[in-house]
């Protein structure tokens, strides 16, 4: 949580969830600790943070580089992967390489 909000474009909405700030694009983020691939949101404080799930907009309008940019920062500050849950040819799960 600390990590993402120092990032500046993010506001806490409740323990595990966070939205965009005023100056960045629509997203949605859940902390969570996914087991055996499943996760769900809880009214319980969560310690052990193992997925960020992020949910952000694909409309035409959005900028999605200043996305990939964000997380892949966020992603390596947490020395953690970041993952596309699905690409337009159906492969599930794909790492999304660092930008230089």
Not at 26 to 48: C, N, P, Y
Not at 65 to 75: G, R
Request: charged content about 25%; aromatic content about 8%; proline content about 1%.
């Amino acid at each position: 949580m600390k990590i993402l909000l120092q990032s500046g474009n993010f506001v806490q909405k409740d323990h595990q969830s966070l939205s965009n700030a005023d100056h960045f694009p629509w997203v949605s983020i859940t902390l969570v600790e996914a087991k055996r691939g499943g996760f769900s949101s809880s009214k319980r404080q969560t310690d052990f943070i193992n997925l960020i799930d992020i949910v952000c907009s694909s409309g035409k309008n959005t900028d999605q580089q200043l996305y990939l940019k964000t997380f892949l920062a966020i992603a390596e500050k947490l020395q953690w992967n970041l993952y596309l849950e699905a690409d337009d040819e159906g492969n599930e799960n794909v790492i999304i390489e660092r930008m230089h």
